[in-house]
């Protein structure tokens, strides 16, 4: 499995990014992840493909969307109303088995493939 992650940049506090991640090979679920200067890479969202099955960290719960384009096998984090502290490189991670039920996969150690890094500035 291969990951391509795009769509970043740097945007105004209050502005609006959509991240893309295109998959080569069939996944089970994916994950993104951001990794700030200094600190270890932390959990954003993760989709449940089997069902949709969305969940976020709650910093960016009603800010962030993860979604995903079946055609495509390419999933998006659209993220709205940005913040400074939402500046970091961001990846896309994806693993190939996926457990149907109530539990999301929220650690790096749960994922296998993963992307380039993509960097979101938030500056004004």
């Known amino acids: 499995v291969q990951l391509q992650a795009s769509g970043g940049g740097l945007v105004q506090p209050g502005g609006s990014l959509r991240l893309s991640c295109a998959a080569s090979?069939?996944?089970?679920?994916m994950g993104w992840f951001r990794q700030a200067p200094g600190k270890d890479r932390e959990f954003v969202a993760a989709?449940?493909?089997?069902?949709?099955?969305?969940y976020y960290t709650d910093s960016v719960k009603g800010r962030f969307t993860i979604s995903r384009d079946n055609a495509k096998n390419t999933v998006y984090l659209q993220m709205n109303s940005l913040k400074p502290e939402d500046t970091a490189v961001y990846y896309c991670?994806?693993?190939?088995?996926?457990?149907?039920?109530?539990?999301?996969?929220?650690?790096?150690?749960?994922?296998?493939?993963w992307g380039q890094g993509t960097q979101v500035t938030v500056s004004s």
């Open positions: 989709m449940r493909f089997a069902d949709a099955g969305r």
């Open positions: 090979g069939r996944v089970g679920g």
């Open positions: 991670a994806a693993r190939t088995t996926y457990y149907v039920g109530s539990y999301y996969y929220i650690r790096p150690y749960d994922y296998a493939y």
